[in-house]
């Protein structure tokens, strides 16, 4: 089973930028779409962006435009670069492989605050 873990997390000012990383192990990523979701306090995880393995992309309506999501199979990793940063993008963001059955990270912390 594929091991996820998720980093690049932290404290930003709206506006700003983050580029979280999700590394994986024990087994390449290279078969499985990639996902990221996220929770907020108090908030079901939400779906925000997946890339298929051949590198297709969809994001949530809330995030489009601001966010892209990109792979590299070659290091094993999924990237997500976060733009434009508001409060509302405040939450835990969590890497997932294989969808909502398959492996999840345990997080990072995302906080937008002045």
């Known amino acids: 089973q594929v091991q996820l873990v998720e980093s690049g997390g932290g404290l930003v000012q709206p506006g700003g930028s983050l580029r979280l990383s999700c590394t994986a192990s024990?087994?390449?990523?290279?078969?499985?779409?990639m996902y990221w979701h996220r929770q907020a306090p108090g908030k079901q995880r939400e779906f925000i962006a997946n890339i298929s393995p051949n590198g297709g992309t969809n994001y949530a309506a809330s995030v489009k435009g601001r966010f892209t999501i990109s792979r590299d199979n070659a290091k094993n990793t999924v990237y997500l670069q976060m733009n434009s940063l508001n409060p509302e993008d405040t939450a835990t963001y969590y890497c997932n492989a294989g969808g909502i059955n398959g492996a999840w990270g345990r997080g990072t912390q995302v906080t937008v605050s002045s």
């Open positions: 024990r087994s390449s990523i290279s078969i499985y779409a």
